[in-house]
């Protein structure tokens, strides 16, 4: 059975930094057709996507919050882990990890989106 | 950079087909997933590669893909099916997924 769990503060204060980690089980992230997502949804809002992770280290991230995200793995652990500096109120949102699920032909890569994901954690920021 | 427009919300009386649209430029030439998302729980993949259904989801669940418009479609909805629903593409020339606003689906 697949499984992503994500965990982290509750709550930050404004201008810290927050680190998440989303801990994966039922499969392994030296696989190379699976990556691991982060995705956020501040409350009654929209589902809004932050950065990605492959087995080869490859990254990309949300292009508004570039500058502020860092994502990395420790396959050994099976944790994938997001830090955002600069906090602020309205980086308030549930935060999400999310597997990736893609096929691999003639050295491209085919996303077949996200296929599972965690519960979920919820962060506040706030003084 | 990419963006998906998705109508606010969508009724539907029980039994009916309800169409969910989400718009871009070109967008049949990307690949479109589909996520069902009920109060308080975590998104859940119902359609991915434009038509494709995952293992569990229902033959109600559909989707199409051309020119600059995909679609969700859903026969014989039921009172459980009554959810937000978004659409998502991966923007290959930028590098980074683009989620639409959301489609608040009402069973009347």
């Known amino acids: 059975q697949v499984t992503l769990k994500e965990s982290g503060p509750v709550l930050v204060k404004p201008t810290e930094t927050l680190t998440l980690t989303c801990t994966v089980s039922?499969?392994?992230?030296?696989?190379?057709?699976?990556?691991v997502s982060w995705i956020r949804q501040p409350p009654g809002k929209a589902l809004e996507w932050l950065a990605h992770?492959?087995?080869?280290?490859?990254?990309s991230y949300s292009t508004s919050l570039k500058s502020r995200l860092t994502i990395s793995k420790d396959t050994s652990k099976s944790q994938v882990v997001l830090t955002m500096t600069n906090m602020d109120p309205v980086d308030t949102a549930t935060y999400y990890c999310?597997?990736?699920?893609?096929?691999?032909?003639?050295?491209?890569?085919?996303?077949?989106?996200?296929?599972?994901w965690g519960q979920g954690t919820t962060v506040t920021v706030s003084s | 950079s990419y963006v998906l427009t998705q109508p606010p919300s969508v009724s539907v009386a029980p039994g009916k087909t309800a169409r969910i649209t989400c718009g871009g430029n070109n967008i049949g030439s990307k690949s479109v997933h589909w996520y069902q998302q009920k109060p308080g729980q975590a998104p859940v993949l119902v359609i991915y590669?434009?038509?494709d259904r995952p293992s569990g989801i229902p033959e109600r669940f559909s989707g199409s893909n051309s020119g600059n418009t995909a679609t969700l479609t859903i026969s014989r909805v039921e009172a459980g099916d009554e959810a937000d629903y978004y659409c998502q593409v991966w923007d290959s020339s930028s590098d980074y997924w683009v989620f639409g606003g959301g489609t608040k689906l009402t069973v009347l």
């Open positions: 992770i492959f087995s080869n280290d490859e990254k």
């Open positions: 999310a597997r990736i699920a893609v096929d691999i032909v003639a050295g491209i890569r085919y996303y077949y989106g996200m296929d599972v």
């Open positions: 039922g499969f392994s992230l030296s696989n190379a057709r699976m990556g």
């Open positions: 590669y434009d038509s």
